[in-house]
């Protein structure tokens, strides 16, 4: 299957796409795979040991995750994405491709994402999700509540997306969650250097975790439900 039809920009205009441009832009899309894709997707997911997001790496992935993330982040993709949500040119910015398979009870906290980010997209692959909202994403209207939601939660099941435009205001996180949750992250940077910077801490990060997973599973195990932090 070519990257072109495992994601297809014209599949965000279905009726049940919800775009919203206050209080900041972002969009939630279902269906946005194909289900002939997912045992490929399935199978190609890398296998991390650690808990978070880490750089893209092709050596990690098998070949349909690697077609994935080429369309993710093609110039193509970028500017559908960003014609629905009044992003002009959104293909001039470099990309930084993040994946997790799973998270610790202490990621999630309400956050804005960092001002080096024009926008963040997130693609989901998980293959069931319980009846649960931990985990589960929201959109929000206070850095302090949990519960402003500005739309539906969103499960993180396969070809679920969302994406919003970094703001002052684009609070977003989910109640503390611990297990399998796997998701591929777009962010579109101002800078290659931000890039650079960025994935210089996540290898980082990802080498940390490696030696020390029993401790990163500590931090924040307890964190309080509307917890947050600066970006």
Request: charged share 25%.
């Amino acid at each position: 299957m070519n990257s072109a039809v495992l994601l297809d920009p014209a599949r965000l205009d279905r009726p049940d796409t919800d775009i919203r441009r206050e209080p900041f832009p972002f969009l939630i899309a279902h269906g946005q795979l194909p289900d002939e894709a997912r045992g490929d997707l399935e199978r190609d997911f890398p296998r991390y040991t650690s808990a978070g997001f880490f750089p893209y790496d092709a050596g990690d992935c098998g070949p349909s995750v690697n077609a994935l993330v080429q369309r993710l982040s093609s110039g193509e993709f970028a500017s559908a994405v960003g014609q629905r949500l009044g992003i002009p040119n959104l293909g001039q910015f470099p990309t930084l491709i993040t994946l997790c398979r799973s998270l610790n009870k202490r990621h999630g906290t309400i956050h804005t994402d960092s001002k080096s980010k024009v926008a963040t997209a997130l693609l989901y692959l998980n293959p069931m999700w319980p009846d649960i909202s931990e985990g589960c994403l929201r959109f929000l209207g206070r850095v302090d509540d949990i519960d402003s939601v500005l739309a539906p939660e969103l499960k993180p099941l396969y070809g679920e997306f969302a994406m919003f435009k970094r703001c002052d205001n684009s609070f977003h996180g989910h109640l503390p969650y611990e297990g399998e949750r796997r998701v591929i992250q777009v962010a579109w940077l101002t800078s290659e250097a931000e890039k650079q910077r960025k994935t210089k801490r996540g290898k980082f990060a990802r080498a940390f975790k490696w030696i020390f997973g029993s401790l990163d599973r500590q931090l924040g195990a307890d964190r309080d439900r509307n917890a947050s932090h600066p970006d």
